[in-house]
Structure formats: C-alpha cells, structure tokens
C-alpha cells in the first residue's frame, strides 16, 4: 500500500495541523517531497473542516465561518518540477474513513454565501446522505439512491507570485464594483482566519493578508468543482512555482453539474491516492493555460434521461441575451417544479439536483437571444416511475418527511 504522506485527525481543529492551508500563496512550505513516478496518499478533511455536523438542524449551515474554508492538504512538492512544466496527477482511487461514513449538502442562507437559486432557498437547509459502499441515501429525501461519483471538489497547484497579485487585482476591481452586495461578488483576501501551514512569523502574516481565498476556480484549477475529475481520471496542471507544490481537498462523493446548491455537493472528509508524474515545458509544448484532464473508465452507468430545457428569460419574464446563467436557472427551476409533482418538497428536489449525477449542458449558444441549457435527470436513481404517462404522476411520497431548515435568528 502506498504510504499516507498527509494525515488529518477529524477530531481536532485543521488550524492544528499543519499540513493543513486554506489560502493560496506561492510561499507556503512544501510538507512532504515526493518524486515524478510515485504514488501516495493523501488524507482530507471536509471543505468546512468539521462546522457542519451529522445531525438534522441546519443552524451549523445557517451559521458557518465561509472565511475559513475551504481546509486543502499540502502543498505536495514534485521533484524536478519547474514553472512552465505540467504535472501530471493520476487519481489513482478516493475513499471514505471508516469512522465517517457520511456526507453533508446544503444551501446556504442568502445572507451567509447563498447560492444558485438563493433568491428561491434563501433559508439554511441541509441534508445528510449515508455511505453503504459505493451507495449514497439520505434520510431527509425518500426515494433516491445512487452510486458514487468520487472526486476532489479542489485540485492544483500553487500560484506563482505574479499570478496571485494578477487575482487579487481583477477581483477587487469586480468587488469594487458593488461592494454591498450579499452574497458579495468576490471573495477577498481576509487574514484573520487565513491558515498559511507551516508559515511563521512576520512572513506568515504578510502572506496571510494577501494569500488568495479558495473559492473561484482559476487558471491552476483550484475549486472547479468537476464532477467528471473522479477517481480514475489523469489531471494535466499548470506548474508555477519550484517543486509546484500540489495541494487537494473538498472531497465530494457525489454531484450534479454546476453543484448548484453551493454547500455543496455531498460533501466528505476522506483520502485521495495520486500518482504524479512531470511534463517538462509543457505549458508551452501544449498551449496549455488552464488544466486539461481524462476522465475516469470507471463511471456510475445512468444512461436514461429526462432532460428539461431553459432558456434566457428569467422568472418575471425578462429576456436576456444568451445568458447561460440564466437558461441553466431556469432548467433547473423546471425539474425541481416537475419533481414536485410526485410530492417532492421544492428544497428536497432542489438537493437532489446538486447531489446526484446530475449533466448539464450547454445546447446552444447562438439562436439569439435565447440561449438554451438543460438538465439531465437520471431516471434510474429514483425507485419510483418518474417518466411521464397518461394515468400522471404516482405520489407515494407522504410529504411527513422534509429537509431541515435552519431556526429563525
Ligand atoms: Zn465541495
């Protein structure tokens, strides 16, 4: 078995650990070295590190600290590797701890980092999904079950210092833009909760008030959010720094595209076992400017579909002009009124779409004005007909069951 070279203690706090980082910064020592060709573990803690719990109040949704996320293991340093070069990371198998056999989603409250139909769910919810091997159910939504489609959330490697200050940059000038919006419109550097690993000192601390947040992904990759990059699949990186300095977290059982509801997909702490390997020059050599990959042989096998479209007239009847955003909205807010119908709360159809392998699409882009997106819904994940027929929707759900919202404050 390849060695652990990153271990996490789900018991104590990640700022105690200090192979631990939840900001990007070119300084942040390496914590082990490995070399091109090896293979090794890497343990993870939830994206939240521990906030949200195991239980069915969604107060710890309503109520968490995003300035802390998200907790990343690393940097990982690659012999050899130089800026310019590409570092190839096989995702040799993810897993689960056998202590922590579950999973979280939610949405957040709209004042608290919201989410994609934050306007509709402005509330805190959650739902809690059980592991059984390779099978994920929750108790707060009847009627589902499905196979995982394990993958990191966030992958890549860390900014060099010219890339960090040209983030930093571009997304102040878009926070300037309207400072007082909630949720904001960029998440900024924000050093009181910053954990810079192993930093020290003065260093340390410059390098917290300016280390870029996790959030957005960027050229490196970072928080992508890809279901697709599942145990299985090869990962080309940009490197930018000496010894490229790999880090990965956000670990994620199971989610459907765009991971809509934000908080987020089924989220989970867990282990990840990567090979890696070196391309030298070849940010050059390909033309490479954000990480390219090849996904897993091994996926879940939905192959049948209800697939909703949406175009780019939003909810009160306003046409845009080919906005994605807003048709992908609207596929969406059509599937979860469809799943209604077999008696589904809106918030349980709404978790369903972020939780399960769920595709979108982006069908078309040029018949102005209205771009056309749509959802794909797995038939096959739900243990009822959801297909539609003359006789109408069967409703064995009771509707005695629900997701739990967060108390009023
Ligand atoms: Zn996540």
């Known amino acids: 078995m390849a060695e652990t070279i990153i271990k996490v203690n789900l018991k104590e706090s990640p700022y105690d650990n200090d192979k631990i980082h939840n900001r990007w910064h070119p300084d942040i020592p390496m914590v082990s070295m490995v070399k091109p060709g090896d293979d090794f573990i890497v343990e993870c803690v939830d994206w939240t590190g521990g906030q949200i719990k195991d239980n069915d109040s969604a107060d710890d949704v309503r109520d968490v600290d995003l300035s802390q996320v998200h907790f990343l293991s690393g940097p990982v340093g690659v012999e050899g590797a130089e800026p310019g070069d590409l570092l190839v990371v096989d995702i040799l198998d993810i897993g689960t701890f056998d202590d922590s056999q579950w999973g979280f989603n939610g949405f957040f409250s709209k004042q608290n980092g919201g989410g994609f139909l934050t306007e509709h769910f402005p509330e805190a919810q959650k739902s809690i999904w059980d592991f059984k091997g390779m099978f994920t159910s929750s108790r707060h939504i009847p009627g589902v ?90 990962v080309y990186f940009p490197v930018y720094v000496k010894d490229a ?64 479209e949406g175009i780019s007239v939003d909810e009160g009847g ?65 243990n009822f007909d959801v297909q539609p027929n003359a006789e109408g929707p069967d409703i064995h759900l009771d509707g005695s069951i629900d997701i739990p919202r967060s108390a009023d404050k």
């Open 145 to 234: 079950e499905f196979a995982g489609l394990i993958h990191p959330g966030l992958i890549g490697c860390l900014p060099s210092k010219d890339m960090l200050e040209e983030w930093n940059t571009r997304e102040k000038a878009l926070y300037d833009t309207e400072p007082d919006r909630t949720p904001a419109l960029a998440t900024l550097p924000y050093a009181d909760t910053a954990h810079m690993g192993r930093m020290k000192g003065e260093e340390r601390d410059n390098a917290a008030a300016e280390g870029a947040r996790t959030v957005p992904p960027r050229e490196h990759g970072g928080n992508c959010d890809i279901k697709d990059l599942s145990r299985g699949s090869k």
């Open 245 to 308: 300095g790999l880090s990965v977290g956000d670990l994620h059982f199971s989610q459907g595209d765009g991971e809509i509801t934000f908080c987020g997909a089924i989220e989970m702490a867990g282990w990840i076992h990567m090979r890696v390997n070196l391309i030298k020059g070849g940010m050059e050599k390909y033309a490479i400017k954000n990480p390219i990959f090849k996904p897993s042989p091994i996926t879940p096998k939905y192959d049948d579909y209800l697939i909703f």
């Open 318 to 382: 306003t046409q845009h002009y080919l906005d994605v955003h807003v048709a992908y909205r609207q596929a969406c807010l059509n599937a979860i009124n469809y799943l209604t119908k077999f008696g589904y709360s809106k918030a349980q159809a709404y978790a369903i779409l972020g939780c399960a392998p769920v595709q979108g699409h982006i069908s078309g882009v040029v018949d102005i004005p209205n771009a056309c997106a749509t959802l794909w819904l797995p038939t096959d994940i739900f």
